[in-house]
């Protein structure tokens, strides 16, 4: 019987964000360099990124003193939706 050898890498998985996690991957230090790089990389090596709905919730309490960082992520959200729309539904 033949082994199966091939692997998939870790960016080929979807990513389940957790607030923790998030927080941490979107965290930049005074210089602008991510404050944790390994957070980071991995939201940005992922096939796909799931943020479920409450986790977006906690998200919005933590940055209630930086709406711009909030605002920043919601438009990215949002654009990566009207994206997979256009390329999927049409």
Known sequence: M???TSRIS???LPLIADT???LRAL???PDGKAAWPDFASALT???VVVIPGLV???IDYFLR???PAMRKLVDVVTLVD???NVCFDG
């Open 2 to 4: 033949k082994r199966n």
């Open 10 to 12: 870790k960016a080929e």
């Open 20 to 22: 923790g996690g998030l």
């Open 27 to 29: 965290a930049r230090l």
């Open 45 to 47: 090596a992922a096939s």
């Open 56 to 58: 977006l919730a906690e």
């Open 65 to 67: 003193n930086e709406r």
């Open 82 to 84: 009207a994206l997979r």
